[in-house]
C-alpha cells in the first residue's frame, strides 16, 4: 500500500509525456531567442562603436584639412604684412607656387589678399592698384561706399579666379559680416554659405570663404578701433564645398560612411555638401548608423551628418543573432522531435503491464539522460559561440571558426551515438577528428594501445585534438612541407588509480614563439581539460614545435558489444 501511494505520488508529479516535448520546444525556443537577442545586442554594440571611430576619425580629418589651409592663410598674411600691404602680383605669385597648392592641399580654390581701399574708382584707386601691380582689376560693384575691400591677387589665376579680381566682398552681407569677425577678433574667420564669382559655368556649387586680417606693422592693435584704422587688408581662400570635400575624403566607390555637410544648422537651405545621391532624409532611413556632430571652423560651426556606407555595412556583424537563433530553433526542433519520440515509447510501454516499473525506470534514465545531454551540448554550444566572438575576428572567420568547431563536436557526438553514448575508442576518436586534414595525414604518426573513454573525456579530448590539429595546419608543423606530428599515449595505474597519459608533439614546422595572448583553443584546452576532467594539462611552445601534454584519470566506462 506504502509503494502504491508513492508510486501514485510520483506519477502526479511528473510531465506528462505529450507535454514534455512542448515544453523542450517552449524552452529551447525562449533559449534560442535570448542567445539571439543577446548576440545581436552585442555585435550591434561593436559595430556602434567601430561607427562612431570612423566617424570621429573623419572629423578629425575635417579640423586638420582645414587647420592647414587656415595655416597657409597666415602665411599669406605675413607676406602682406611684410611689404605693408604693397605687394605685387610677382611676388604674390611666387609665394603660391612655392606652396603648390595643387599637390598639397587639394580641394582649395585658391588663395588671395583683398586690400582696404579707401574709394571704389578714381585715379586714387588706379595708382593703388597700379602699386600692387594690378593694373588690370576693375573694382566692382561701381559707385560710392564707405569702406572698399576689392580682390587685387588671388592664385592659381586659372579661369574661374581671374573672374573673381576686382569684386569688392565688402558688398555682400554674408562675407562682410565674417571680415568685420575677422578684422575686429584679430584672427579667422569663416563666412556662411554663399555663391562664390567664381561660379561661371551652369553646374554651380555652394561654397563659403575664409578670412585673415593683415594689419599695418604686423602686429594687431590691442583694441578692435585701432584694429579697424591699422587694416591694410585680408589673406583669403575661397572654397567650393563639394570640391573641398572630395579632396579630403576622395571619390571612393563604395565608401565605409556618407557625409551631409550644413552650415550652423541642419537645414535644406543650409546644405553645404553631400557625398551622395538622393536627399538626407532618404540616406537616413536606409542607412544602419547615423550621426551629427558639430564642427568648429575658424569661429562657425558647421554640423556634419554622417551615415554608414556600403564598405561599413559589408564589414558588420548583422545577422548573426538572428544565425544564432536559427540554430538553437533547428538544435530545438531536433531535441523536440526526439522528445515526441521518446513520449511514444513511453505511452507503448505503459500499455505492458507485465514490464510497467521496469520501462518506467528506464524511461526515467532515458528523460534524465537526454536532459542531461541537452545541457552539457547546448553550455558547449554557448561557450563555443561566445569565446570565438570574442575573438575579434571578421564576420568570415567567425563563421568558419564557429563551424568548424560545431562541426568537431558534432562528429564526437556521432561517434558516441553510435555506441549508445556508452563511450569511444581513443584511437578511432584520434582518427576521426584527423580526418578532415587527409592531405596531411601521411606526416602524422598515432601510437598507443586501446583506451576506451567515457563521453565526457571523449567530448573534451576530441575538441582539444580539433583544436591542435587546426592550429598546427594553420600555423604549426602542419603548414609546411617538411613537419611532422607525432601523437602517442600511455595507461598506467597510479595509487590505484586509472591514468591516461596523451602528448602531442610538433617538428620540422615554423619557428616557434610564444602567443603574447591565449586563444580560444589554448583556453579549451588548458583550463576545460583541467576543470571539467580533474586532469593536467602543459602546453609548451618551443621553438621545434608545440607540445602538448595531457594527463587525466581515466572513468570506468564499458566498451559497447561488439
Not at 55 to 82: E, F, K, N, P
Not at 93 to 104: M, P, Y
Not at 118 to 135: C, T
Not at 324 to 331: K, P, V, Y
Request: charged share 25%; glycine share 8%; with cysteine.
Amino acid at each position: 500500500m506504502a509503494s502504491g501511494d508513492l508510486s501514485e505520488r510520483r506519477t502526479r508529479g511528473r510531465i506528462p509525456p505529450h507535454i514534455l516535448p512542448l515544453v523542450v520546444l517552449a524552452i529551447g525556443l525562449l533559449a534560442s531567442a535570448a542567445a539571439g537577442w543577446q548576440v545581436e545586442r552585442l555585435t550591434r554594440a561593436k559595430d556602434q562603436e567601430r561607427f562612431e571611430v570612423t566617424v570621429q576619425q573623419a572629423q578629425d580629418d575635417i579640423l586638420s584639412r582645414m587647420q592647414a589651409y587656415i595655416a597657409v592663410l597666415r602665411a599669406a598674411a605675413g607676406l602682406v604684412a611684410a611689404e605693408e600691404g604693397s605687394v605685387t602680383r610677382e611676388q604674390f605669385r611666387a609665394f603660391a607656387e612655392r606652396l603648390q597648392l595643387a599637390r598639397v592641399y587639394p580641394g582649395i580654390q585658391g588663395v588671395g589678399y583683398s586690400a582696404a581701399l579707401s574709394v571704389a574708382e578714381g585715379p586714387a584707386i588706379e595708382a593703388a592698384l597700379s602699386r600692387l601691380g594690378a593694373d588690370d582689376v576693375t573694382v566692382r560693384p561701381a559707385g560710392p561706399r564707405s569702406e572698399v575691400h576689392a580682390i587685387v591677387h588671388l592664385e592659381p589665376l586659372d579661369r574661374r579666379n581671374r573672374a573673381a579680381l576686382g569684386y569688392d566682398m565688402f558688398s555682400e552681407a554674408t562675407r562682410r559680416a565674417a571680415m568685420e569677425r575677422a578684422r575686429d577678433s584679430a584672427r579667422s574667420a569663416m563666412s556662411g554659405r554663399v555663391e562664390l564669382v567664381q561660379e561661371i559655368d551652369e553646374r554651380k556649387q555652394a561654397g563659403f570663404l575664409i578670412y585673415h586680417p593683415v594689419y599695418r606693422g604686423g602686429t594687431p592693435p590691442p583694441t578692435p578701433g585701432e584694429r579697424r584704422a591699422a587694416l591694410l587688408g585680408f589673406a583669403y581662400s575661397p572654397f567650393r564645398a563639394d570640391d573641398l570635400l572630395r579632396g579630403i575624403f576622395g571619390q571612393e566607390e563604395e565608401p565605409r560612411i556618407h557625409i551631409a555637410v550644413y552650415d550652423v544648422a541642419v537645414a535644406p537651405e543650409n546644405l553645404l555638401h553631400k557625398s551622395f545621391a538622393g536627399t538626407p532624409d532618404e540616406m537616413a532611413q536606409t542607412a544602419r548608423f547615423t550621426a551629427v556632430r558639430p564642427l568648429e571652423i575658424a569661429g562657425r560651426r558647421w554640423q556634419v551628418a554622417y551615415y554608414s556606407g556600403p564598405a561599413f555595412e559589408h564589414d558588420t556583424t548583422g545577422g548573426l543573432g538572428l544565425a544564432f537563433f536559427g540554430g538553437g530553433l533547428l538544435a530545438t526542433l531536433l531535441v523536440a522531435a526526439a522528445s515526441v519520440w521518446q513520449a511514444r515509447l513511453r505511452l507503448a510501454a505503459e500499455r505492458e503491464v507485465t514490464a510497467r516499473r521496469a520501462s518506467e525506470h528506464q524511461r526515467e534514465l532515458l528523460v534524465g539522460e537526454l536532459n542531461h545531454r541537452v545541457k552539457n551540448t547546448l553550455a558547449t554550444v554557448q561557450s563555443i559561440a561566445a569565446q570565438t566572438l570574442r575573438e575579434g575576428k571578421s564576420l568570415r572567420e567567425t563563421r568558419e571558426s564557429f563551424e568548424s568547431r560545431l562541426l568537431a563536436l558534432s562528429e564526437t557526438h556521432n561517434l558516441l551515438t553510435r555506441d549508445h553514448w556508452s563511450g569511444a575508442g581513443l584511437r578511432e576518436l584520434v582518427e576521426v577528428e584527423l580526418a578532415p586534414y587527409a592531405g596531411a595525414r601521411a606526416r602524422i604518426d598515432v601510437t598507443g594501445e586501446e583506451v576506451w573513454l567515457a563521453p565526457d573525456p571523449a567530448l573534451a579530448l576530441g575538441m582539444a585534438l580539433h583544436e591542435l590539429a587546426t592550429n598546427a595546419l594553420k600555423y604549426g608543423a602542419l603548414s609546411g612541407a617538411e613537419g611532422r606530428v607525432r601523437i602517442s599515449w600511455t595507461r598506467r595505474d597510479e595509487a590505484g588509480a586509472d591514468r591516461l597519459r596523451l602528448v602531442w608533439e610538433e617538428a620540422g614546422g615554423p619557428p616557434v614563439t610564444p602567443p603574447t595572448r591565449r586563444g580560444f583553443g589554448s583556453r579549451l584546452i588548458e583550463t576545460g581539460l583541467r576543470r571539467q576532467l580533474r586532469g593536467e594539462v602543459e602546453l609548451a611552445f618551443r621553438p621545434q614545435g608545440v607540445c602538448c601534454t595531457i594527463d587525466l584519470p581515466l572513468e570506468a566506462a564499458e566498451p559497447a558489444p561488439a
